[in-house]
């Protein structure tokens, strides 16, 4: 899953970034109201974790705004007010989740988890590709029920192959969905992680799934057969 988080103390963003990231999340990091609203508008994000005391406009400014646009994206409230009214206030608002600092890591990623689970209808929690298999909440691979363990990336871009199964993806497409890059014709860092991939999903496996499209990127074909 893709999450935002904005916050504009970059220690305490950095610390949650880290541990959802090691949940095999993809995050990134806004550090003010006007960005952290760009941002949610502009990219499909699964979650957003949003902070009250902002730079520019207020969290309560962006999730009014983020309501009137995306009306079903989650959000969750991380701050350090802590009154009932505050609560409340967010919650009318169109707030999913409140949570007060201080607070658990533990505690976060669980309400997290729970609000990924809600928002996700079971046909769109769960990838499947013939015996390939993804679960988008619980963050875990299997192929031929055997379970196939990825880095943040690679889970990523495995994610993405896997929702446009049977599509031709550019070496652009791929850099800018998975890394939120602009396309470099110099770099081989897509070749690279496909290579990856393809030792852990297609290696022992059969038929292969991913292929090499010449001349434009690659496909992840759902019927086998090579592109």
């Known amino acids: 899953m893709r999450i935002l988080i904005v ?13 959802l990231e090691a949940e095999h999340h993809a995050v990134d990091i806004a550090s003010e109201g006007n960005q952290g609203r ?3 508008v502009e990219v499909d994000y699964d979650l957003v974790v949003l902070d009250l005391n902002l730079p520019g406009i207020d969290g309560l400014s962006v999730l009014r705004s983020l309501r009137q646009r995306k009306a079903n994206l989650p959000v969750m409230i991380l701050t350090a007010r802590s009154r009932v009214e505050d609560r409340v206030q967010c919650l009318d608002s169109g707030a999913d989740d409140y949570l007060v600092k201080p607070f658990s890591f533990l505690e976060l990623s669980a309400r997290a988890r729970a609000l990924l689970r809600r928002s996700h209808l079971p046909s769109e929690s769960v990838l499947t590709v013939r015996d ?6 619980e963050r875990k691979v299997a192929r031929a029920g055997r379970h196939i363990e990825l880095t943040t990336k690679e889970f990523a871009l495995l994610e993405y192959l896997m929702r446009n199964a049977g599509r031709r993806l550019t070496r652009a497409m791929i850099i800018e969905h998975v890394w939120n890059l ?4 110099t770099t081989n860092v897509v070749d690279v992680y496909i290579n990856y991939l393809r030792r852990k999903v297609d290696d022992g496996f059969s038929p292969s799934l991913i292929h090499t499209v010449r001349g434009v990127g690659y496909q992840l074909s759902s019927d086998g057969a090579s592109a």
């Open 132 to 137: 390939l298999c993804l679960d988008r909440v």
């Open 7 to 19: 916050e504009d103390d970059a220690a305490l963003s950095s610390f949650i970034r880290k541990g």
């Open 38 to 40: 760009a941002m949610a």
């Open 182 to 185: 602009t396309f470099d014709s």
